[in-house]
């Protein structure tokens, strides 16, 4: 038994000691060997619409701008003024050619570039006038932006490694590209991030935690078969830490108010159009519910009529900070946004009718843990003994758990072995004019 992990395969029973979630300790070497080595998920290129947009983020602690120059390139750099470092930008976001620093005036372009620095004959004419720093390395895929504070991380492909099969599928539900809609969901939890890092990929809690959810669907659709959902759904490991759990088509269904038949006739044609142009086993997959972790912290979720993309912060071991946006595709009709949204609110929003209950959840469990000493130990075993990991079993949170292990500790804990998934589960994005499989890029 190591430090932090009890990934006992005889028993089977893998748990987690209670003190990552409480030692200071253990969050500082999460910030320098997780957070300052990774790729970490920026943002979106569909919220910068115009030249000179820009947006304001926190990623791995570090203030940063997310922004497209006068060309319409996509920049990303850090919120500090190069002179006495007062950040930069202060608001969310905005359209603006030059960014002036407000405590002495300096202004840079969009592109880095310093226009403007108020008294400038006062440095020389040899000075050296400085730029805007950046991270490390910036690299997107699929319309996704992600750095990272490593100049010698391996490429972004090789990160995401099976995770971007299933950022494609998320980015094929839209023939002209999905966007992320106006708005942003703003939220802190008083718990341990890694705790909603579990969260966000565990169906065993949906319908003890989210009773009253569940209550309001049967009440206006009728009575829902869950059982036949979860039969035929997986977790599966995607590599680097990254885990998703997929279920099969029209898996969704029982969440969610049922769509009217205009918006849900809508919605058939451009599957229909998609099945055409990618083939009938990849819309299939599409069709279906994925919530997929990419390690370390971000979170993609297909479900209830909308696209979650939840960004988590760390701040404290038991404080975090979580931003979310919705991704749709852009071509809806109007009908079928109103519905939509009111689904997607209706479950995800600060105040719908699902997150309430997650964060108090985790702050329920994050109080808890002032027993440590008393109780030591996390169970996440469920499924360990099955020949099939479902979506309500802890597969892909040992998944999780074993990669930032391997981080943290360089303890590396052997993977669990599962037949090969079934062809449903791996069918490839076709091409149908080149009757081949491609890549989407």
Avoid at 352 to 362: K, Q, T
């Amino acid at each position: 038994m190591s430090q932090y992990i009890d990934d006992d395969r005889q028993m089977p029973r893998f748990r987690v000691n209670r003190n990552v979630m409480t030692d200071p300790e253990v969050f500082a070497q999460e910030k320098e060997k997780i957070f300052d080595t990774t790729w970490l998920y920026l943002g979106h290129e569909s919220e910068l619409k115009k030249p000179n947009d820009f947006k304001t983020r926190s990623v791995g602690g570090r203030p940063l701008i997310f922004a497209k120059d006068k060309k319409g390139t996509v920049r990303v750099w850090v919120n500090s003024c190069p002179h006495r470092g007062a950040m930069l930008c202060r608001e969310d976001g905005g359209n603006a050619r030059f960014m002036t620093c407000a405590y002495h005036g300096w202004s840079f372009s969009t592109s880095g570039d310093l226009v403007s620095m108020p008294g400038d004959q006062a440095y020389g004419p040899e000075f050296e006038r400085p730029g805007l720093a950046a991270p490390a390395q910036v690299d997107s895929y699929r319309g996704f932006v992600f750095v990272t504070f490593n100049p010698d991380a391996p490429d972004l492909l090789t990160h995401l490694a099976g995770a971007a099969e299933y950022l494609d599928l998320v980015s094929d539900m839209s023939e002209e590209g999905m966007e992320v809609l106006e708005g942003t969901h703003h939220y802190s939890v008083k718990a341990n991030w890694k705790l909603l890092v579990e969260n966000s990929f565990d169906g065993y809690h949906a319908m003890s935690t989210h009773q009253r959810y569940f209550e309001m669907i049967v009440a206006a659709r009728g009575p829902i078969d869950a059982g036949a959902s979860l039969k035929n759904s997986r977790s599966i490991n995607l590599g680097n830490g990254h885990a998703v759990t997929v279920g099969g088509p029209g898996s969704g269904d029982i969440f969610g108010r049922e769509l009217s038949a205009e918006a849900r006739a809508e919605k058939e044609a451009r599957y229909e159009r998609l099945r055409a142009k990618h083939g009938d086993g990849w819309v299939k997959r599409l069709d279906g519910i994925r919530n997929m972790v990419i390690f370390p912290n971000l979170v993609i979720i297909d479900l209830v009529m909308g696209v979650v993309i939840r960004k988590i912060d760390p701040v404290t071991p038991d404080y975090m900070e979580v931003t979310a946006w919705e991704l749709a595709p852009p071509e809806e009709g109007p009908e079928l946004k109103r519905q939509r949204l009111d689904n997607f609110l209706t479950f995800w929003g600060p105040g719908g009718l699902a997150s309430p209950d997650d964060v108090e959840m985790l702050e329920s469990a994050q109080r808890a843990y002032a027993s440590v000493k008393e109780l030591q130990w996390s169970d996440i075993s469920r499924g360990m003994h099955s020949d099939v990991p479902v979506q309500s079993d802890e597969y892909q949170m040992r998944t999780f758990w074993r990669q930032w292990n391997e981080i943290v500790t360089g303890e590396v804990l052997p993977p669990e072995d599962y037949e090969e998934l079934p062809e449903y589960w791996t069918a490839p994005r076709l091409d149908r004019d080149a009757d081949s499989t491609v890549s989407a890029s």
